[in-house]
């Protein structure tokens, strides 16, 4: 693979998924780790995405004031967002993890809608705080500096002391066998808390993160009750689902 092809191939893979890792992309285009590590830099140098430590990140992942325009497929997502308001209603109690998805939902939430907020990303807050209605309770604990979320015990003692309606669950990757998975270990046992936490969990996700997965598991299909895509509900790549008995919107 010639190295505009290849750095066109990390590209499409942080725009998807917001952070890969050396080895898997080394080990996906047959190359050394000190070969995807040079081409990274080059795309950090140009400002394309930011390197970090194993790996690189989106910079709509990096930054929560980064132009729409730098987030993957936002119009997507915006329409995920407008979807995902269905399910809320005054009084609910709701959980937010990070994402870029998510924090499309939160920049479009109605300023009539009276609801309370946990979350432990700092970005999500951001949006959330300019709400007038919205009640926001940050999650906090040690602060992870790639995704800006709050991770670590004392987060997750915090989620056990309580039962949120919904929990809007950003993942990194959904697959049927796999579930839903992510790369980083600590922002993983986040995820399970929060499911743990809340009584109905609703995965916003672009469809173009189904069948794949990472590393990590935060839970399995099942575990899932809502799942919000771009597409059509009827749209056959979502049939599997459908019939797993998981509502889709």
């Not at 602060?143 to 990194?172: R, W």
């Not at 173009?208 to 990472?214: D, G, L, M, T, V």
Request: charged share 30%; with cysteine; glycine share 6%.
């Amino acid at each position: 693979m010639l190295k505009e092809e290849r750095k066109q191939l990390i590209l499409n893979e942080v725009r998807i998924h917001n952070r890969v890792l050396l080895t898997d992309i080394a080990e996906l285009v047959d190359v050394s780790v000190d070969t995807v590590r040079r081409d990274i830099k080059e795309l950090h140098d140009e400002k394309k995405l930011k390197k970090v430590h194993g790996g690189a990140i989106s910079l709509g992942f990096y930054h929560y004031d980064v132009p729409e325009k730098e987030v993957y497929s936002i119009e997507k997502k915006s329409l995920i967002a407008k979807k995902a308001i269905r399910l809320l209603k005054n009084g609910q109690v709701v959980l937010f993890s990070g994402g870029t998805t998510n924090l499309e939902l939160a920049k479009e939430l109605p300023h009539s809608l009276t609801i309370t907020c946990f979350t432990p990303s700092l970005a999500i807050a951001n949006q959330l705080v300019k709400k007038h209605n919205v009640e926001v309770i940050l999650i906090g604990g040690k602060l992870s500096k790639d995704s800006q979320i709050a991770v670590g015990g004392t987060a997750i003692n915090m989620l056990s002391d309580m039962k949120a309606d919904l929990c809007f669950m950003g993942t990194n990757s959904i697959d049927l066998e796999h579930g839903l998975t992510e790369f980083d270990w600590e922002i993983v046992e986040m995820k399970k808390a929060m499911i743990k936490a809340s009584k109905k969990v609703v995965a916003p996700v672009i469809s173009e993160k189904i069948a794949s997965f990472q590393r990590y598991k935060i839970c399995n299909i099942e575990d899932i009750d809502v799942l919000v895509t771009e597409l059509d509900p009827a749209d056959g790549v979502l049939q599997k689902f459908k019939e797993m008995n998981i509502s889709l919107l």
